[in-house]
T-cell receptor, first 115, second 112 residues
Framework: GDSVTQMEGPVTLSEEAFLTINCTYTATGYPSLFWYVQYPGEGLQLLLKATKADDKGSNKGFEATYRKETTSFHLEKGSVQVSDSAVYFCALSRGTTGANSKLTFGKGITLSVRP | NAGVTQTPKFQVLKTGQSMTLQCAQD?????MSWYRQDPGMGLRLIHY???????DQGEVPNGYNVSRSTTEDFPLRLLSAAPSQTSVYFCASRESGRAELFFGEGSRLTVL
């Protein structure tokens, strides 16, 4: 079945440091890939997405590139801020209808950014 | 702009009690779903619905019931709560033909 694997956490960085959070997936066909972010005390919200190979999703300074050859969708940001402290989830969906439309999530990773 | 609204935000139950977590969305989304979030487990799908009158099981459906009588509402029922159901529950919805989910703020349930 479909699965998403994220690197183990938590991750603690100093402000303005470079961030990489690894995500790899297993799925048949050509899934869409997502990064969701959960700020303390809130629900998840979509951070960025990519729907086909070599697409780059970007938002709020974060980027991730859909790499079909390595089945990866690593999240990067050049300079993190304290306000980026949150839990980050990688997810995939194999379609938009029926059983394939379900989102499969990774376990999430907690990012803490120190001033 | 209410989006997805969940109630209650916090609930404490004793083993064997029943309760319903409410979820409502005002975006006319056909698809609605319930997830539970546990430490080290990420989010796991409990039940989902692709439209009024249609529901299906997700990854961890045991101990939970759902119904979908209207497009707006998708309640999650625990008929006999167990300590293993202590978790944070999220309701989420999306438009037909799109994969992006919109989440509620969550309901934290503790079963003693």
């Amino acid at each position: 079945g479909d699965s998403v694997t994220q690197m183990e956490g938590p991750v603690t960085l100093s402000e303005e440091a470079f961030l990489t959070i690894n995500c790899t997936y297993t799925a048949t066909g050509y899934p869409s890939l997502f990064w969701y972010v959960q700020y303390p005390g809130e629900g998840l919200q979509l951070l960025l997405k990519a729907t086909k190979a070599d697409d780059k999703g970007s938002n709020k300074g974060f980027e991730a590139t859909y790499r079909k050859e390595t089945t990866s969708f690593h999240l990067e940001k050049g300079s993190v801020q304290v306000s980026d402290s949150a839990v980050y989830f990688c997810a995939l969906s194999r379609g938009t209808t029926g059983a394939n439309s379900k989102l499969t999530f990774g376990k999430g990773i907690t990012l803490s950014v120190r001033p | 702009n209410a989006g997805v609204t969940q109630t209650p935000k916090f609930q404490v139950l004793k083993t064997g009690q029943s309760m319903t977590l409410q979820c409502a969305q005002d975006m006319n989304h056909e698809y609605m779903s319930w997830y539970r979030q546990d430490p080290g487990m990420g989010l796991r799908l409990i039940h989902y619905s692709v439209g009024a009158g249609i529901t299906d099981q997700g990854e961890v459906p045991n101990g939970y019931n759902v119904s979908r009588s209207t497009t707006e509402d998708f309640p999650l029922r625990l008929l006999s709560a167990a300590p293993s159901q202590t978790s944070v529950y999220f309701c989420a919805s999306r438009e037909s033909g799109r994969a992006e989910l919109f989440f509620g703020e969550g309901s934290r349930l503790t079963v003693l």
